[in-house]
């Protein structure tokens, strides 16, 4: 019996040492996944699994820290949902690691390698993720781009997004501020300075638990190596939105690329030009990562939630709370605090479209805004290429422009999507 759990450990340590070949930097200390001291003991020393794999007497035991994935798609309530993880005490949030990758690769990639670059990218996505969730924050300064020098960059993407990377020992000055009322982003990237990825591990290592937001995976198979590796507990909320309303939001957030939507806005009239495919993809990639969540996979047992952003702007406590529950972990002060400050309707509330990545005081509200800001024409257009999706999230269409305009009629049925006792 012990013998051939012994050997269940040489092939786990064995598969662990090749499965990742790009680990790098921090790692390269070590002399591998079941020797190296500092990390058994210290850098892992909270997570018991990796006691267990490293000591000589072998016990499964839980492991307390979570690895929470928040997975959505651009423009569908990520930033808010987000906070709702990032105003944790005990959570390293990271916003959208991803971005420095797929930079890194666009400017390498040719269009002949598509295919190629695909997978590769999402490898290296995965890379990146599984390095995150065990504090290697050095592995970032593969993608970050001036290369950091000494560890240090001052082209975090959204660094200010992470109240982690505000705070002490990462931004000594955050102290103060950090305790007052003021959003991280209007004083961090001041205070702050270049930030310095050693600190920021240290940190990710003395808080209990990691929490990474993805906008750029483009379904949960995609992640499902992750979802399968012994050294994650791996929690994936799934947040999805009417893609009418990620649309508009698009539309406003990146008014640049969707200049040719603009005018059939204005005008009512489809430009030849639209390009419809990118909104298609986000459907598509949509109803494919919920079905398969649905029909609830051996290897997603118990990891994946499906939120629906409306259902968390019409009601946040709710459904904040049934996150928090469904990743095991108490819903802090904080957390309960940051919701009743930012969830109200109250007076001038800032518009989404004030600021691009803005999360917004009323939820409700700007859960609802497209349906004034999209031209009914765009509207059937979305519906049409989308009807399979919003039929699966229960989102429902409209047949008129007075069906569209009136806010008093629902367009989100009353749905649960909880996670069934498995
Ligand atoms: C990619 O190229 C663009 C345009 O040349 C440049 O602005 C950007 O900084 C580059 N990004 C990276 C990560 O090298
Ligand atoms: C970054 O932080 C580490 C750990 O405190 C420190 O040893 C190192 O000198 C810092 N790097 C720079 C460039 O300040
Ligand atoms: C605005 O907030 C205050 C205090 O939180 C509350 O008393 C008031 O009723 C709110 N007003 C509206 C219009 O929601
Ligand atoms: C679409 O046009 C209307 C005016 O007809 C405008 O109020 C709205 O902001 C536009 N929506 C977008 C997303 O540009
Ligand atoms: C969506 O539209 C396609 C093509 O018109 C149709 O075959 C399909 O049944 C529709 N799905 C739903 C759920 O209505
Ligand atoms: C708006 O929708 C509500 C609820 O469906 C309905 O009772 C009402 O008649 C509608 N108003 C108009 C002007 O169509």
């Keep these: 019996m012990e013998c051939s759990w012994k050997t269940v450990l040489l092939l786990v340590c064995a598969s662990l040492g090749v499965q990742y070949t790009a680990i790098r930097t921090l790692r390269d200390s070590l002399s591998g996944p079941c020797q190296g001291t500092y990390r058994c003991q210290t850098r892992h020393h909270r997570d018991s699994r990796w006691r267990a794999l490293c000591d000589d007497s ?11 994935l928040l997975f959505a798609t651009t423009r569908s309530g990520s930033s808010f949902t987000g906070q709702l993880l990032n105003q944790h005490p005990g959570i390293f949030y990271v916003f959208e690691p991803l971005y420095h990758v797929q930079q890194a690769f666009t400017n390498s990639s040719s269009r002949l390698r598509r295919t190629l670059d695909r997978r590769a990218l999402l490898g290296a996505y995965r890379d990146l993720l599984l390095n995150l969730y065990t504090c290697d924050l050095h592995f970032m300064e593969n993608y970050i781009r001036p290369e950091p020098r000494d560890h240090v960059t001052s082209s975090y993407f959204r660094r200010s997004s992470s109240h982690a990377l505000c705070s002490p020992p990462v931004c000594s000055e955050g102290g103060d501020v950090a305790a007052s009322d003021l959003p991280d982003e209007t004083w961090c990237p001041k205070k702050c300075g ?15 638990h990691v929490a990474i937001k993805t906008v750029r995976v483009p379904e949960v198979g995609d992640l499902r190596t992750l979802t399968e590796d012994p050294r994650l507990d791996l929690k994936i909320i799934h947040l999805v939105r009417d893609p009418r309303a990620v649309l508009a939001s698009r539309m406003m957030a990146f008014s640049d690329q969707f200049r040719a939507w603009k005018i059939w806005n204005a005008t009512g009239r489809q430009p030849r030009y639209v390009d419809l495919t990118q909104i298609t993809s986000t459907c598509k990639d949509m109803a494919a990562s919920a079905e398969t969540g649905l029909q609830r996979p051996a290897w997603l047992r118990g990891r994946y939630l499906l939120v629906r952003y409306e259902d968390l702007a019409f009601n946040p406590k709710d459904k904040a709370t049934e996150i928090y529950r469904f990743v095991g972990l108490e819903m802090e002060d904080r957390v309960r605090l940051w919701i009743a400050k930012n969830t109200n309707s109250n007076g001038s509330s800032p518009s989404e479209w004030n600021y691009r990545y803005s999360t917004t005081r009323d939820s409700r509200a700007t859960a609802e805004s497209w349906r004034l800001r999209l031209g009914f024409d765009i509207v059937r257009t979305v519906q049409n290429l989308c009807n399979d999706t919003l039929a699966l999230l229960g989102y429902k269409q409209v047949h008129s422009a007075a069906e569209l305009r009136n806010l008093s009629h629902s367009l989100v049925e009353h749905r649960t999507f909880q996670p069934v006792t498995w």
Excluded: D, G
């Design 194 to 208: 270049a930030l310095n990825l050693t600190l920021a591990s240290m940190s990710c290592l003395s808080r209990e």
């Design 58 to 68: 072998w016990m499964p035991v839980e492991s307390p820290r979570k690895h929470i």
